[in-house]
């Protein structure tokens, strides 16, 4: 622990000054926490000889400790949204506060200048024009945003997976039922052996009457990750007037994907949420929208005041929490503290662990450099391969590779999604969530930075119980 320092990252970074909530600004004394009480501040281990392997508990447990963790129960259903670290916590409650205090002369004076604040935070770690960035308060409101704002035509159609997130498959049927449109559903590999079984999915279903191609890109029933950005070019060989629009609930601070990656790639529009991975605070999400086509979206609240070709016609959400906003460039700081590979392999490998097959554990490990370490095969010693027993049945592609990050769903002989849940929590005090969905049926195991590898140790321990 010598050498070791612990980075305790302060509010006032150049990221977090920008975002210091407006209406502390100019007005220092509502900034001063009450007596006796301190800032927490984040906990990240640092230096030469402290490895962010993703077996490493000296490194993961003090990360992990940034998180207040339930008692009695070992919280294994992360995949809702994230808990916040205490230092993003602290500073949520502070902009909050402070908002309290000023009430409406902080809306009518700062609250615009704080939206932008975090628009620019946002946008630059995105690699993202933030012309291009509209807050919204989650993914189902940024995908309704395009959804219900395209103009349709009866007869124009939209190809959907089979997986997709229930509430935008909702919103599409509504839009059947509105505008008369078609719906084609593709029927996406659970266990796919190659990407080209995926992009045939979706590809073949695109005809010159296809107007929008709707991608989720981590599926949320199995933690799946599709391959949006070939099948976006396959799709677009095809009919390139099609309008893609991508799910990215899953994917922000959970895949090491950047948002400009996906734009870039010839995505035309991506919702997201700021709740989930990024660990800000409830409340908050995400669009981009190419500035090319901001002009032909309607907005889903009436806007006449903003131009119809600014990013901002789709924020007339009236009073809303902007603290949650004002967090963002403090969850941010977080994150880069962490950094996007480290923190996905990290996930990985605790899902991994659960499961705990030895052909992935090995094929993750010699990727990584570690399979030798004693630490990585003592953990791969301590674990059965649950899927060596013949009443466990993974839902999540996991062989040769890991087509996901922390999410992972498995049904079990004999048992129901809800008794299998329900078993896992009253017998051995573990947290999962049943999924009964017409494609899968399973528990859902969603491991989070919060925990640690014997959590994982402890669920891999009680299906083989089971
Ligand atoms: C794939 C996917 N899309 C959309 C959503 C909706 O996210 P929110 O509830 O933040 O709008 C979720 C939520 O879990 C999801 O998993």
């Not at 402070?98 to 628009?119: G, K």
């Not at 994907?257 to 949420?273: H, P, T, V, Y």
């Not at 004999?414 to 051995?428: H, Q, S, V």
């Not at 049943?434 to 969603?446: F, K, L, N, S, Y």
Request: aromatic share 8%; proline share 6%.
């Amino acid at each position: 622990m010598k050498r070791k320092q612990f980075i305790q990252s302060l509010g006032a970074t150049a990221v977090g000054t920008a975002l210091l909530p407006q209406s502390l600004v100019g007005h220092p004394d509502s900034r001063k926490p009450p007596k006796g009480k301190k800032t927490p501040e984040f906990i990240v281990p640092q230096g030469v000889d402290v490895s962010n392997s993703p077996h490493n508990e000296k490194y993961w447990g003090p990360v992990a400790s940034n998180f207040i963790k339930p008692e009695g129960f070992i919280n294994l259903e992360n995949g809702y949204f994230s808990h916040q670290p205490q230092g993003t916590l602290a500073y949520h409650i502070d902009a909050e506060t402070s908002i309290n205090t000023q009430t409406s002369h902080f809306m009518r004076t700062a609250q615009t200048q704080a939206i932008e604040a975090a628009r620019n935070a946002f946008a630059g770690f995105q690699g993202l024009n933030p012309e291009e960035v509209a807050f919204t308060r989650n993914t189902t409101e940024s995908l309704n945003i395009i959804i219900m704002g395209t103009q349709w035509q009866a007869g124009d159609e939209v190809v959907i997976g089979d997986q997709d997130y229930g509430s935008m498959v909702e919103s599409f049927q509504q839009a059947v039922s509105r505008w008369m449109i078609r719906l084609k559903v593709a029927e996406v590999p659970v266990n796919p052996n190659s990407d080209v079984e995926i992009i045939r999915a979706y590809t073949s279903l695109i005809t010159p009457r296809t107007k929008m191609l709707h991608l989720t890109h981590m599926i949320n029933l199995t933690g799946q990750l599709i391959p949006v950005m070939a099948i976006t070019q396959e799709a677009k060989k095809i009919n390139p007037n099609i309008f893609v629009v991508v799910d990215a609930a899953h994917s922000l601070a959970h895949t090491p994907l950047d948002m400009w990656e996906l734009r870039n790639a010839g995505i035309d529009a991506i919702g997201g949420s700021l709740h989930k991975w990024l660990c800000n605070p409830i409340g908050a999400g995400f669009l981009v929208l190419k500035k090319q086509n901001i002009r032909e979206i309607w907005p889903l609240m009436g806007d006449v005041s903003a131009d119809r070709t600014d990013i901002r016609k789709f924020e007339h959400q009236g009073t809303r929490p902007i603290q949650s906003l004002q967090t963002i460039a403090k969850a941010i700081e977080f994150h880069r503290l962490l950094g996007s590979a480290s923190k996905y392999n990290r996930l990985t490998y605790l899902k991994l662990l659960w499961i705990g097959n030895k052909q992935a554990l090995e094929n993750f490990g010699k990727g990584l450099g570690i399979l030798n370490d004693p630490i990585y095969q003592a953990n791969m010693n301590a674990v059965t391969d649950l899927m060596e027993s013949g009443s466990f049945k993974l839902q999540s592609p996991l062989v040769p590779f890991s087509r996901g990050g922390a999410i992972a769903t498995a049904a079990f002989t004999g048992y129901t999604p809800t008794e299998l849940a329900n078993t896992l929590m009253n017998k051995f005090g573990i947290f999962t969530v049943g999924i009964d969905h017409p494609v899968i049926q399973g528990v859902r195991v969603t491991p989070h930075l919060s925990n640690s590898t014997s959590d994982c140790i402890a669920l891999n321990k009680a299906f083989t119980a089971l």
